[in-house]
């Protein structure tokens, strides 16, 4: 089975900061990584599949890039609604496995 | 819009069965694939399995194998998640999820509100 890690596990950012989160995998899954946005109490969110595609309706201040087994999703200038727990799930053979979570925080 | 919208939540005791419903809309439900998701309190997402609605074709966590059949019901556009002989670690938020594009399972771009799952005795 592949294990994807996240790195940080937690963080703490301001208003309008550039944030990177990695992820990693353990073997190499090409492009098939996808990042997930959860809020409190709601399901997750799809913001980038396919490593860099972005979905339809987030917005651009999400992006992601990476190949192989390094992956980063980046939020260029931070919102208030931005502050949750993100989720890398790799979707190139099963079981699909996900990173364990990273928790963005408001410093 | 899509839409996925579960059953309740449910309270069951260790060695007994729950079967949890996601009936979905606003799409053609032959077409794409239905993804199982839990969350234990406090967890991470773990990938339960995933059905194919068109052909009843499924692809199970190996960890879940033996307990878990996920079924589809075209002329209600409904998916169900059977899970037997639980545990008290089945104890979880369990989410549908649709794939995003056809054929073979992906990523999720509609989820279900999720339904909460406790095993206690």
């Known amino acids: 089975d592949i294990q994807m890690t996240q790195s940080p596990s937690s963080l703490s950012a301001s208003v309008g900061d550039r944030v990177t989160i990695t992820c990693r995998a353990s073997?190499?899954?090409?492009?098939?990584l996808n990042w997930y946005q959860q809020t409190p109490g709601k399901a997750p969110k799809v913001l980038i599949y396919?490593?860099?595609s972005l979905q339809s309706g987030v917005p651009s201040r999400f992006s992601g890039s990476g190949s192989a087994t390094d992956f980063t999703l980046t939020i260029s200038s931070l919102q208030p609604e931005d502050f949750a727990t993100y989720f890398c799930q790799q979707s190139y053979s099963t079981p699909f496995s996900f990173g364990q979570g990273t928790k963005l925080e408001i410093k | 819009q899509v839409q996925l919208v579960q059953s309740g939540a449910e309270v069951q005791k260790p060695g007994a069965s729950v079967k949890v419903s996601c009936k979905a809309s606003g799409y053609t439900f032959t077409h794409y694939g239905i993804n199982w998701v839990r969350q234990a309190p406090g967890q991470g997402l773990e990938w339960m399995g995933w059905i194919n609605p068109y052909n009843g074709k499924t692809n199970y966590a190996q960890k879940l194998q033996g307990r878990v059949t996920m079924t589809a019901d075209t002329s209600a556009t409904t998916a169900y998640m059977d899970l037997r002989s639980l545990r008290f670690d089945d104890t979880a938020l369990y989410y549908c999820a649709k794939d995003g594009q056809q054929l073979d399972p992906n990523w999720f771009d509609s989820w279900g509100q999720g339904t909460l799952i406790t095993v206690s005795s």
């Open positions: 073997q190499s899954i090409s492009i098939y």
């Open positions: 396919a490593a860099s």
